[in-house]
């Protein structure tokens, strides 16, 4: 989003050095580096802590993940030591076990992603926080040669490991030939395409971005992907009256749509003859309303009625967060649309997926740019 759309928008505070956040006060830098750099900082802290990537930090135990009150006070935010007493502390210590639990198992393809994330947020922290992109790359490149090295991780669990192999590996190479624009990349590049099965979506989006770095057979073979793309996209068009995918298994489909409008934009950029792009506004459409079921926007403060009862940390006063995307219409078989207005505890309709969020912003983005383009 930063390279594409440079958004420059300022309204929070963010002090790192004394973890310390004000919302609506604005501190003079974009916040969207300085949600790069916060997410970094912990990706740095993970290979630093245990030397790869891990699958999951979460709470100790069920009433914590249960907690329905203010989050700040789920732990006492001192390092549990064992030899102290319940309730008793001393010099930054505490005898409460409330710390969160780290997971570290190794996968493969979580260090993949994560690589492509350093990769990235390297170019995007230069001239903003120069040492920490330096350390990113270096992270990024060493890891890849250490992963390269041998055969692969293969752990998996659920969705806190990655996602396939192939297509975390074919997205790691992509990033670190943007930024190095070293060859052995490039050749990874190639070889790990022809490896993807049927790429679409995010896999075809990253592969779009590696083109000016590739040699001009590479977009020959996109042109393919991406014809094949569109004639999947008419017949989508064609299922329903939203012009949209529609999910029909236990999650609701917000992302599924966002990323549909998501890659019709890139792969309009691209071939224009080709994709016509209009499943943009489509998928724009469809996160503000035109859904099945309502029209109440599924972006929580943004269109005239919107999600105001939602699964977020504030879940217990039924309350909304502005801002948060949900999941959205679940089609309850055979063909019932449904999302719950008064009853925030359903997570496949209602949870606040946090990469919603961010995919939301690139959305909304591409959009403006394109309706800049058409004036």
């Given at each position: 989003v930063w390279e594409q759309y440079r958004p420059a928008r300022d309204e929070t505070l963010i002090d790192q050095s004394r973890r310390r956040v004000e919302l609506h006060v604005p501190d003079g830098q974009p916040d969207i580096l300085q949600q790069v750099e916060h997410g970094v900082l912990q990706l740095v802290a993970q290979f630093d802590a245990v030397g790869h990537a891990i699958h999951g930090i979460v709470e100790p135990d069920v009433a914590q993940y249960t907690h329905l009150g203010d989050a700040a006070s789920k732990t006492d935010g001192l390092i549990y030591d064992p030899a102290l007493q319940p309730g008793q502390q001393a010099g930054g210590r505490s005898g409460d076990p409330d710390d969160r639990w780290a997971f570290t198992s190794k996968s493969s393809a979580l260090n993949y992603g994560s690589i492509a994330a350093l990769a990235a947020a390297s170019r995007v922290l230069k001239d903003f926080r120069d040492p920490l992109a330096e350390r990113s790359l270096a992270i990024a490149e060493r890891v890849w040669a250490e992963e390269q090295s041998?055969?692969?991780?293969?752990?998996?669990?659920?969705?806190?490991?990655?996602?396939?192999?192939?297509?975390?590996?074919?997205?790691?190479?992509?990033?670190?030939?943007?930024?190095?624009?070293?060859?052995?990349?490039?050749?990874?590049?190639?070889?790990?395409?022809?490896?993807?099965?049927?790429?679409?979506?995010?896999?075809?989006?990253?592969?779009?971005?590696?083109?000016?770095?590739?040699?001009?057979?590479?977009?020959?073979?996109?042109?393919?992907?991406?014809?094949?793309?569109?004639?999947?996209?008419?017949?989508?068009?064609?299922?329903?009256?939203?012009?949209?995918?529609?999910?029909?298994?236990?999650?609701?489909?917000?992302?599924?749509?966002?990323?549909?409008?998501?890659?019709?934009?890139?792969?309009?950029?691209?071939?224009?003859?080709?994709?016509?792009?209009?499943?943009?506004?489509?998928?724009?459409?469809?996160?503000?309303?035109?859904?099945?079921?309502?029209?109440?926007?599924?972006?929580?403060?943004?269109?005239?009625?919107?999600?105001?009862?939602?699964?977020?940390?504030?879940?217990?006063?039924?309350?909304?967060?502005?801002?948060?995307?949900?999941?959205?219409?679940?089609?309850i078989k055979p063909d019932f649309p449904e999302n719950k207005e008064d009853w925030p505890f359903l997570w496949g309709e209602n949870e606040y997926v946090i990469n919603l969020g961010p995919s939301y912003i690139e959305l909304m983005n591409a959009a403006e740019a394109s309706q800049a383009a058409a004036r």
């Amino acid at each position: 989003v930063w390279e594409q759309y440079r958004p420059a928008r300022d309204e929070t505070l963010i002090d790192q050095s004394r973890r310390r956040v004000e919302l609506h006060v604005p501190d003079g830098q974009p916040d969207i580096l300085q949600q790069v750099e916060h997410g970094v900082l912990q990706l740095v802290a993970q290979f630093d802590a245990v030397g790869h990537a891990i699958h999951g930090i979460v709470e100790p135990d069920v009433a914590q993940y249960t907690h329905l009150g203010d989050a700040a006070s789920k732990t006492d935010g001192l390092i549990y030591d064992p030899a102290l007493q319940p309730g008793q502390q001393a010099g930054g210590r505490s005898g409460d076990p409330d710390d969160r639990w780290a997971f570290t198992s190794k996968s493969s393809a979580l260090n993949y992603g994560s690589i492509a994330a350093l990769a990235a947020a390297s170019r995007v922290l230069k001239d903003f926080r120069d040492p920490l992109a330096e350390r990113s790359l270096a992270i990024a490149e060493r890891v890849w040669a250490e992963e390269q090295s041998h055969a692969p991780d293969t752990f998996r669990h659920g969705n806190t490991t990655g996602g396939p192999l192939e297509v975390e590996q074919f997205t790691a190479a992509v990033e670190l030939l943007i930024t190095t624009r070293k060859p052995v990349y490039a050749a990874q590049v190639q070889s790990l395409w022809t490896q993807l099965d049927d790429p679409s979506g995010g896999a075809l989006r990253t592969a779009l971005r590696a083109l000016p770095f590739m040699p001009a057979a590479f977009r020959s073979e996109l042109e393919t992907a991406a014809r094949r793309w569109q004639a999947d996209a008419d017949e989508t068009a064609r299922a329903n009256p939203y012009g949209v995918p529609i999910g029909t298994g236990g999650w609701a489909g917000s992302g599924q749509v966002i990323d549909y409008g998501l890659t019709a934009h890139a792969l309009h950029q691209a071939f224009p003859d080709i994709v016509d792009g209009q499943g943009l506004m489509r998928a724009v459409d469809f996160i503000h309303g035109t859904h099945p079921g309502s029209d109440v926007s599924l972006v929580s403060g943004v269109g005239t009625v919107s999600k105001e009862v939602a699964y977020g940390s504030n879940r217990a006063d039924f309350s909304y967060i502005a801002g948060g995307v949900v999941p959205g219409v679940l089609i309850i078989k055979p063909d019932f649309p449904e999302n719950k207005e008064d009853w925030p505890f359903l997570w496949g309709e209602n949870e606040y997926v946090i990469n919603l969020g961010p995919s939301y912003i690139e959305l909304m983005n591409a959009a403006e740019a394109s309706q800049a383009a058409a004036r």
